[in-house]
């Protein structure tokens, strides 16, 4: 299947992007400005100009709704802070319904704040995040939980966003885990994709995408030694996608078949962040489009091919895709 025919089906789906919905704060400050404070002595950085995106599972689904799909909502937790305002605004603003992203009091908005400089455009301070090192409040995973089951019913995609890096404090837990193994055996035709940095081997009944690295690392977790076909199957997942950069990804299904899907070679590319958000969101739509795993990795990969010749966390238009399938030597 083209890609002309996978967007124009793109339309008529609905995708619900669960987990940790994160605020993007692009600051750009000018060195200049960077006087030493007064009261304290320590030098400041001076930010001149701030850009809020939705980032982690929002951006995710920023490519998803930048695509085409029909209908793309959240479901997460933010905190009652002034980044929770910034990150509904700017889902609101993208076209994403962001009814789904519950208020905790308490609880701060996971946020990263990317500092650039002005003068080279380079990310070159360290980042400032707002993260959570606490467990998710009893009563937030609570209504997480209850909102998971009328949520999945109005969606054909769903994708998994585990992006907390710490113990604690993101907000797909143990108990959001498990529900979601329920829903998925009870859903076999909907597609449930899961990108998780830390805890991939925890999942059961949906596809997994993780990168090498990641991959490996739960291979060794798990049964100390890297064994993709032996991690499907203790998954019990459908499908393992491993993504390996710019080489491409390595597809892994139930009778243990590895097939190499090689990415897009791009020349120079601007800026990676981002790029294994873009491809899960053009595969797995593709994949509830076509049901052929080869077609939606290709499918992924020409996203990613577009988004990352942007800065930042780029997302890909229809029509950018249509120009890279055709770049794409035959």
């Known amino acids: 299947m083209s890609a002309a025919e996978i967007l124009r089906a793109l339309p008529r789906l609905s995708a619900l992007v669960v ?19 007064r009261e304290t002595g320590i030098p400041r950085v001076g930010v001149v100009a701030t850009e809020c995106t939705p980032g982690a599972g929002g951006t995710v689904a920023n490519n998803l709704a930048a695509l085409g799909v029909g209908r793309v909502s959240v479901l997460g937790v933010a905190g009652d802070d002034g980044h929770g305002y910034e990150l509904r605004r700017a889902l609101t603003e993208r076209g994403i319904f962001a009814g789904g992203l519950l208020t905790c009091s308490g609880f701060a908005t996971f946020t990263y704040t990317k500092l650039i400089n002005i003068e ?3 990310e070159d301070l360290p980042r400032v995040d707002f993260i959570n090192t606490t467990a998710l409040p009893p009563e937030a995973e609570q209504r997480v939980l209850a909102s998971l089951p009328a949520a999945l019913e109005s969606h054909d995609v769903i994708l998994v966003a585990d992006q907390a890096e710490t113990e604690a404090g993101g907000v797909i837990t143990s108990a959001v885990r498990e529900e979601l193994s329920r829903l998925a055996t009870l859903h076999p035709n909907r597609i449930f994709w899961v990108d998780s940095r830390m805890r991939i081997e925890h999942y059961r009944n949906m596809i997994v995408k993780p990168n090498r690295e990641e991959a490996e690392n739960a291979c060794r977790r798990a049964f100390g030694m890297v064994d993709y076909p ?14 390996h950069g710019a080489q491409g990804v390595l597809l892994v299904d139930k009778s243990e078949r590895q097939t190499w899907v090689p990415a897009i070679p791009v020349e120079r590319p601007v800026d990676i962040c981002g790029a294994g958000d873009s491809f899960s969101a053009g595969a797995a739509c593709a994949l509830a489009v076509t049901r052929s795993p080869e077609a939606a990795a290709r499918f992924g990969h020409l996203v990613a091919s577009v988004t990352i010749m942007k800065r930042g966390t780029g997302t890909a238009s229809p029509e950018e895709v249509l120009r890279a399938e055709e770049s794409v030597p035959r």
């Open 120 to 122: 080279t455009d380079a």
């Open 230 to 243: 032996r991690l499907r199957g203790m998954l019990q997942t459908p499908l393992l996608v491993v993504t």
């Open 19 to 37: 987990g940790d919905i994160c605020l993007d704060r692009w600051c750009r400050y000018s060195p200049p400005a960077g006087d030493i404070s």
